[in-house]
């Protein structure tokens, strides 16, 4: 075992030390050198498996830390679609919070009724809530709107499926988070996924919506904080640690997020990050740099009872009861009001 090694590691509290590379070859551990599993290109560390699920882990411990003060009883609510992101922001929870006496986790899951993809990714969530002994909960459009994905394609007009989608889906997990009691809603927003949005939220020129991204510093009458726990957590990372976990995790891609805007920008930030590794970093700090005056310049609105479900809203109906009638109308093509124009991909915005 070569010489333990001190390395700055970015989101981590390690001392800096220049990586260098261990004797006799590239792929050793930078911290301990034993054989590395992954290269962390923004750092140039090199990392055994111990010392690359420990980076991981740590990271989301300082950032949920970051992002909120539990109380002493609190019910934690984490939307699982299965997808590895959302498993592996839901075992960690598990791992960090199990230990906390008074902290119920939940998982929850939205059921959109799209054939072919969702009913196997609902598997994937229930065996690793079962895993670890966490309730699974379900909410489908089916039950809370009268319609599926499926059933509503030939409906949506001009417009993505995620920008139906994406809203009803939001709406869903605040509704159910809010009746099982959660204070909180951790999503699997990963590093990759928030640089994305925060890149599209300005190419589309919606700085509102900009300064409403999440985590939510604090709680609005109806609606159940959103925290994202792997927020500085890469794609590649979230995948390399529920590799290295074995956790059961569902790999399909839905088959309407072909048409989702979101991919053109995932292309994008990867792109940005080959060629400057530490842009996704760079992306997030300047928002959150910019984040204070933009909430200060567009606080958010009073809301009341939605007139038609009774869901918080800004204003007459709310969002989602909105779509629902246009896709129950065949108006599809008019998505306006909504404050977004396309879809976003399989993603809780905020
Ligand atoms: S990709 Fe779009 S349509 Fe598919 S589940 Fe996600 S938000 Fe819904
Ligand atoms: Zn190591
Ligand atoms: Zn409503």
Redesign the pocket.
Known sequence: MGK?RKIKIAGSDDPAVPPAPAAGSRSA??????P?VTFIRYSGAH??????LGFVRRKVTREVRRQVRLPDQSTIAVAVSGGKDSVVALRILHDILSARRGTRLVALTVDEGISGYRPSSLRVAARNCKAIGVEHHIISFCEMFGLTMDRSRKRWGDSTPCTYCGVLRRHCLNKLARKLGADLLATGLNLDDTAQSILMNICRGDVERLARLGPHEKAREGLVRRIQPLRLVSDKESFLYATLKGYPVHHSVCPYAGAAMRNRFRDMVLELERASPGTRFCILNSYDALRPGLQARYPPADLAGCSGCGEPSAGGLCEACKLVKRLKDGTGDRVQGTGRKRGTGDRVQD
């Open positions: 333990t551990c930078s911290l301990c050198g034993r590395a990392l055994c498996e111990d010392h690359f």
